[in-house]
């Protein structure tokens, strides 16, 4: 998977025709054009407070169109004020692959399903 950021116009084509709500297009829209943000930054910035369960309602309108918003741990942990160790990710939209790295062992979805 790519890391993929993009612009107004570019997130406004890939959303063409896909129903989301609002919450959800802010989401993607900070995401998009701010790869690699803090949890806290994605909070601030779209007034979400569960990113993980926006990203997975996202996901579903997302994968079909061949992108994936993923939160991944940072390398370093961040501590909360207390030093205790936080739950916080970095936010990025992905552009999928177009086929599996086992595809020509077992085949493309397609060929699967048929």
Do not use: H
């Not at 061949?66 to 990710?89: K, Q, T, W």
């Amino acid at each position: 998977m790519i890391v993929t950021n993009l612009n107004q116009q570019k997130i406004e084509k890939l959303l063409e025709g896909v129903f989301i709500s609002k919450q959800q297009r802010r989401f993607i829209e900070y995401v998009a054009a701010n790869p690699q943000s803090l949890t806290l930054s994605v909070n601030r910035a779209t007034a979400i407070g569960n990113c993980s369960a926006i990203a997975r309602r996202v996901n579903k309108k997302l994968m079909p169109l061949g992108y994936a918003i993923v939160g991944l741990r940072p390398i370093d942990r961040v501590s909360n004020r207390f030093g205790e160790s936080s739950n916080v990710y970095r936010w990025s939209l992905f552009k999928l692959p177009l086929s599996s790295a086992n595809d020509s062992s077992y085949g493309s979805a397609k060929e699967v399903s048929e």
